[in-house]
């Protein structure tokens, strides 16, 4: 079985500024996506980032980006210019490539950006 | 172009009543997720439909819960007898599938969330 992990429940960045959210997974699949999406306050699952592993580029959209380390089996978002409409919760989710119905989400990281 | 959307927005009910959920997927999306999340926790995965036919239903908790699709689109979750631990929010997501040669459906990938539906069981 797959399983996600997230080992900050909560974090906090002054506005501007550089924070990275960790994830690890555990997996025995070569062919997989992992994700991740933020939810701010009012519930709705926005899909901020995605990597597919057969990749070794790391992913970029705007002002955040992925470091996907997959032998470590690692994905950490890093988000840059922190903006106070970043303040979510972030959670990273993992996809199984052959089985997509397999879809496993971490506990989640609580992000806060202070002004 | 309307996102997921779900219904209710929120739901207060007495133990041991029966709710409905309702989803409506984005126009054309074949696959359907059903979540449930707990207050500060992630997402637990419940059912998938592919199509009207639901492969995996091994994340229902217990035999209260069922659900059912019809006409490759709305889906109602429904939770009979409910309990307090059954306080949540249900997330339903959707996504499009693609069937390749061998038969297999995959879908691309992207889950689509709707809103969800904060249920509370008084």
């Known amino acids: 079985a797959q399983t996600v992990t997230q080992s900050q429940p909560e974090m906090s960045v002054q506005e501007a500024e550089t924070v990275t959210l960790s994830c690890t997974y555990d997996?025995?699949?070569?062919?997989?996506?992992l994700f991740w999406y933020k939810q701010p306050p009012s519930r709705q699952m926005i899909l901020v980032i995605r990597?597919?592993?057969?990749?070794?580029q790391n992913a970029t959209e705007n002002r955040f980006s992925v470091n996907f380390q997959k032998a470590a089996k690692s994905f950490s978002l890093k988000i840059s210019d922190s903006q106070l409409g970043d303040t979510a919760m972030y959670f990273c989710?993992?996809?199984?490539?052959?089985?997509?119905?397999?879809?496993?989400f971490g506990a989640g990281t609580r992000l806060t950006v202070k002004p | 172009g309307a996102g997921v959307s779900q219904s209710p927005s929120n739901k207060v009910t007495e133990k041991g009543k029966d709710v409905e959920l309702r989803c409506d997927p984005i126009?054309?999306?074949?696959?359907l997720y059903w979540y449930r999340q707990r207050l500060g926790q992630g997402l637990e995965f419940l059912i998938y439909f592919q199509g009207n036919s639901a492969p995996d239903k091994s994340g229902l908790p217990s035999d209260r819960f069922s659900a059912e699709r019809t006409g490759e689109s709305v889906s109602t979750l429904t939770i009979q007898r409910t309990q307090q631990e059954d306080s949540a929010v249900y997330l339903c997501a959707s996504s499009l599938s693609v069937v390749v040669a061998s038969g297999r459906a995959l879908s691309n990938n992207e889950q689509f969330f709707g809103p969800g539906t904060r249920l509370t069981v008084l």
């Open positions: 997996t025995s699949e070569n062919n997989y996506y």
């Open positions: 990597q597919e592993a057969y990749k070794q």
């Open positions: 126009s054309g999306h074949t696959a």
């Open positions: 989710a993992f996809m199984n490539g052959d089985n997509n119905n397999d879809m496993r």
